[in-house]
């Protein structure tokens, strides 16, 4: 099948150009500029005059809850909604039931995506206190990387032993993406919030119990040890002002050795926003002040911010009921990230090419993602068309994943995601996805 883009808008490698983008069969053939006319017979044409053509969003930070937790979501419901939001790839949490800090469960989860995933795939594996053994059996093209849990944490999926922490960054060999929080920061926060406003204190404490001094410690012994071990650092969800001085910012090409990742819903919302979604907007670490979100903003161009992600996180409106203690963390996100940052494109937060950076490139560039994130001939034909100047609003019917709820209920957009296109397959045209197509194995470069 080959495929023609025409007349659009062309976002890739720091540029915006007019021109013209060619598909063949799985892979992109050809990118044609300014007056340059294509070559060659296509079986489709796709007008994208006015639109914007992009790589497809690589979103190296989701919980898609299959295993174990399907009634939330699993890997077909959520990988629609990826679709629909522009997004080709997805890395996959290991705290799934059962938890994937095992070769069997990794495995599973292959098995899983390639029988159902409507886009591309990859898993990481979870450390744990007991497991680190497993590290030589590890087959590091196909898994992007370990991610370390270095704060509160259900199961055993919480690395708090100081011996195991050094040996994880001693002996990694490829990336550790890192959540990072100090357990007793919180638990001293969370017994003086009860002692204050009882069991359950109420949501808008959320950010005084996973405080900026719990984010802050947690993420400044990350950064020692990776420094000490040459360790690759992805620290994960950033939600502080005061955590982006531990990152060097990135100049030019070079991959730094400690990288940041920003979330949408650090990027999106502050506390002042509990008072009207409540526990809609509760995660880990938790939303922070409007001074901690516009630092985020300011540091998707200064270099210090390295990819953003959704943290896609979906649980049951039942599971978000309660307070601090009580009400799930986590919040749906994968559908909506990519017009939440053309939003901030609009706002003049970023531009276009910065956005392609952080979304397309640099997970790329960060995991060694073999012939994807970029629109150049012989990659994998992973493409959006995004057209600017449709609004359109968040209605429950129109959600995909399979929660069936967004905090972004009633929130206009100004662009929207017509066409998705994933290893050269037309997967969303218009609002019609097809969910015949299914993705493949994201694969690495060691």
């Given at each position: 099948m080959s495929i023609l883009l025409k007349d659009a808008l062309i976002v890739d490698s720091g540029r915006a150009f007019h021109g013209h983008l060619a598909m063949e069969g799985d892979s992109i053939s050809?990118?044609?500029?300014?007056?340059?006319?294509?070559?060659?017979?296509?079986?489709?044409?796709?007008?994208?005059?006015?639109?914007?053509?992009?790589?497809?969003?690589?979103?190296?930070?989701?919980?898609?809850?299959?295993?174990?937790?399907?009634?939330?979501?699993?890997?077909r419901s959520e990988s629609r909604a990826a679709a629909f939001g522009g997004v080709t790839s997805y890395f996959d949490m290991p705290n799934t039931q059962p938890q994937t800090v095992g070769l069997p469960q990794l495995?599973?989860?292959?098995?899983?995506?390639?029988?159902?995933?409507?886009?591309?795939?990859?898993?990481?594996?979870?450390?744990?206190?007991?497991?680190?053994?497993?590290?030589?059996?590890?087959?590091?093209?196909?898994?992007?990387?370990?991610?370390?849990?270095?704060?509160?944490?259900?199961?055993?999926?919480?690395?708090?032993?100081?011996?195991?922490?050094?040996?994880?960054?001693?002996?990694?060999?490829?990336?550790?993406?890192?959540?990072?929080?100090?357990?007793?920061?919180?638990?001293?926060?969370m017994a003086a919030a009860v002692a204050a406003y009882g069991e359950d204190p109420p949501v808008e404490r959320h950010p005084q119990i996973r405080s900026e001094e719990a984010c802050y410690a947690s993420s400044s012994l990350a950064v020692e040890l990776a420094r000490e071990y040459g360790t690759r650092l992805h620290?994960?969800?950033?939600?502080?002002?005061?955590?982006?001085?531990?990152?060097?910012?990135?100049?030019?090409?070079?991959?730094?050795?400690?990288?940041?990742?920003?979330?949408?819903?650090?990027?999106?919302?502050?506390?002042?926003?509990?008072?009207?979604?409540?526990?809609?907007i509760k995660c880990n670490p938790a939303v922070k002040t409007a001074h901690d979100r516009?630092?985020?903003?300011?540091?998707?161009?200064?270099?210090?911010?390295?990819?953003?992600?959704?943290?896609?996180?979906?649980?049951?409106?039942?599971d978000k009921e309660g307070g601090c203690r009580k009400a799930a963390s986590g919040m749906p996100m994968v559908q909506f990230s990519l017009p939440c940052m053309l939003e901030l494109v609009d706002e003049g937060v970023l531009t276009l090419p910065r956005l392609v950076e952080l979304m397309c490139h640099h997970p790329a560039r960060r995991f060694s993602v073999s012939r994807r994130g970029y629109l150049?001939?012989?990659?994998?034909?992973?493409?959006?068309?995004?057209?600017?100047?449709?609004?359109?609003?968040?209605?429950?019917?129109?959600?995909?994943?399979?929660?069936?709820?967004?905090?972004?209920?009633?929130?206009?957009?100004?662009?929207?995601v017509e066409h998705t296109f994933c290893n050269g397959r037309h997967v969303l045209d218009n609002g019609r996805c097809d969910d015949s197509i299914r993705g493949e194995a994201i694969t690495f470069r060691s």
């Open positions: 050809a990118v044609y500029e300014d007056t340059q006319l294509p070559r060659g017979h296509y079986d489709d044409i796709v007008d994208a005059a006015g639109c914007v053509v992009m790589p497809g969003v690589i979103d190296s930070h989701v919980h898609f809850r299959e295993p174990g937790l399907t009634a939330k979501a699993d890997i495995e599973d989860k292959w098995r899983r995506a390639a029988a159902d995933s409507m886009v591309n795939y990859a898993f990481f594996f979870g450390a744990t206190n007991d497991n680190i053994g497993l590290l030589p059996s590890l087959d590091p093209h196909r898994i992007p990387g370990i991610k370390l849990f270095m704060g509160s944490s259900t199961g055993n999926m919480l690395v708090d032993k100081r011996e195991v922490l050094r040996k994880w960054f001693a002996e990694a060999g490829m990336p550790i993406m890192a959540h990072c929080e100090d357990t007793d920061i919180i638990n001293r926060e620290i994960a969800h950033l939600s502080t002002a005061r955590e982006l001085a531990l990152l060097d910012p990135c100049r030019g090409d070079e991959v730094p050795a400690i990288t940041g990742e920003a979330v949408i819903a650090h990027l999106m919302f502050t506390c002042d926003d509990y008072a009207r979604l409540g526990t809609r516009d630092a985020l903003r300011r540091a998707l161009t200064d270099g210090r911010i390295y990819t953003v992600a959704t943290d896609h996180a979906p649980h049951l409106l039942s150049t001939p012989g990659y994998k034909a992973d493409v959006v068309v995004v057209r600017p100047n449709r609004p359109w609003t968040v209605t429950t019917d129109i959600i995909q994943s399979r929660c069936g709820w967004s905090p972004l209920e009633g929130h206009t957009f100004n662009w929207r």
